[in-house]
T-cell receptor, first 112, second 116 residues
Framework: NAGVTQTPKFQVLKTGQSMTLQCAQDMNHEYMSWYRQDPGMGLRLIHYSVGAGITDQGEVPNGYNVSRSTTEDFPLRLLSAAPSQTSVYFC???????????FGPGTRLTVT | AQSVAQPEDQVNVAEGNPLTVKCTYSVSGNPYLFWYVQYPNRGLQFLLKYITGDNLVKGSYGFEAEFNKSQTSFHLKKPSALVSDSALYFCAVRDMNNNAGNMLTFGGGTRLMVKP
């Protein structure tokens, strides 16, 4: 199993540009989520999904959209990038019956 | 609302000495508690969890954590630190009675530095 994969690893955007961060998992997990990691603030939940076709907002959803058309994929869209979105983004998944989350390697995003 | 506090930004310990990384939490109901570790340029890896049962939970790489309900704490411990334990450690909590997507709330992280 590849586990949770994320692309790209690094990205630089200009203010106002849009892009999609890709996340995929091959463990057939129902639950997937996106976090951002900023120094001293731990991980903050952006959006999450409890199954295909079902998504909901987390703690810091503004400026981001998600969709979940398949169990495997959970892309995160930045609609109009802002410098405040400079961060490291992690995708995670877990099975319904457990609370152990599996994290991807992260995407380091810089918005100039 | 649920929250987690890790009061120390950094913990320094000599190799071979015991280590403790502190975590306190706040939930309205009963907590599920977790520790994750992050090595440089990597995602988070699960170390251990407390759901119910014994207050002392054993996890990966020789780590353990003690759940203390009266002090609302879940400190991470290891009897003898290794240089390879140097990493960023995160405590996380989920309120069993909160169905907000069953997702976790993370603390701000504690950097553990183990010196030879």
């Amino acid at each position: 199993n590849a586990g949770v994969t994320q692309t790209p690893k690094f990205q630089v955007l200009k203010t106002g540009q849009s892009m999609t961060l890709q996340c995929a998992q091959d463990m057939n997990h129902e639950y997937m989520s996106w976090y951002r990691q900023d120094p001293g603030m731990g991980l903050r939940l952006i959006h999450y999904s409890v199954g295909a076709g079902i998504t909901d907002q987390g703690e810091v959803p503004n400026g981001y959209n998600v969709s979940r058309s398949t169990t495997e994929d959970f892309p995160l869209r930045l609609l109009s990038a802002a410098p405040s979105q400079t961060s490291v983004y992690f995708c995670a998944s877990r099975d319904r019956g457990t609370y152990e989350q599996y994290f991807g390697p992260g995407t380091r995003l810089t918005v100039t | 609302a649920q929250s987690v506090a890790q009061p120390e930004d950094q913990v320094n310990v000599a190799e071979g000495n015991p280590l403790t990384v502190k975590c306190t939490y706040s939930v309205s109901g009963n907590p599920y508690l977790f520790w994750y570790v992050q090595y440089p340029n990597r995602g988070l890896q699960f170390l251990l969890k407390y759901i119910t049962g014994d207050n002392l939970v054993k996890g990966s790489y020789g780590f353990e954590a003690e759940f203390n309900k009266s002090q609302t704490s879940f400190h991470l411990k290891k009897p003898s630190a290794l240089v390879s334990d140097s990493a960023l450690y995160f405590c996380a909590v989920r309120d069993m009675n909160n169905n907000a997507g069953n997702m976790l709330t993370f603390g701000g992280g504690t950097r553990l530095m183990v010196k030879p």
